[in-house]
């Protein structure tokens, strides 16, 4: 009886363990949700948002377009573009938003900076209806706080389909490839165009003024 009491124990201790495993995992995944963001070089965005508070991870891809399999090399129809997961308690949706509008020209809209042509159009994809209305506020809001109309605004916002992840050699690129990075960005005028749009409040999430 001895044995068999220690082994029922052990069975409930490994029992236990799974249920408390199973459960983490369900409190993470309904913790993470997912924006899709499409606003000129995918390193640059991916670079720019992946900091913030309550962002899990960025990864570089292509959306918007109906070409299967989608690569550097051939992404016809599609947008550079980032997956964005994050933690709704640690950064809102709206939030993000206001920092992915502080990142881009969203009077451009054939192109970011140096970058022009389709894939490199400032689009938001929600995914479903309440990104939606959060991404149609988020228009109006940005033309306000830069005393522009409403149709002044270029940003996009297209029905989310699927995203391709890029490539491997696209993923961190910033981090791993500093030098080249930093040249690009510079050499593109994208932060010196930022602070011409946005003034003080270029790069910030801060509350929509």
């Not at 009886?1 to 220690?6: A, V």
């Not at 109006?140 to 391709?164: C, M, P």
Request: net charge negative.
């Amino acid at each position: 009886m001895n044995y068999l009491s220690k082994k029922i124990g052990i069975a409930l201790t490994l029992f236990s363990l799974l249920i408390n495993l199973c459960l983490s995992s369900v409190t993470i995944a309904a913790s993470q949700e997912e924006a899709i963001l499409a606003g000129g070089c995918f390193w640059c965005l991916e670079h720019d948002l992946e900091g913030l508070p309550g962002v899990i991870s960025v990864q570089s891809g292509y959306t918007g377009g109906e070409l299967q399999n989608p690569t550097y090399e051939n992404h016809k129809g599609h947008q550079e573009a980032v997956l964005v997961k994050f933690d709704p308690e640690l950064i809102s949706y709206e939030s993000l938003l206001r920092s992915y509008f502080r990142n881009v020209d969203p009077f451009d809209g054939k192109g970011q900076f140096c970058d022009k042509g389709d894939s490199y159009r400032p689009v938001i994809f929600p995914k479903g209806e309440d990104q939606q209305r959060v991404a149609i506020d988020s228009v109006g809001k940005a033309a306000e706080e830069l005393n522009k109309t409403k149709k002044s605004i270029k940003v996009d916002i297209k029905q989310f389909d699927q995203f391709w992840l890029a490539e491997e050699y696209h993923q961190n690129f910033a981090e791993l490839n500093n030098l080249k990075y930093s040249f690009y960005r510079f050499a593109c005028g994208r932060d010196q165009r930022l602070d011409e749009v946005w003034g003080q409040r270029s790069r910030t999430d801060g509350q929509w003024e």
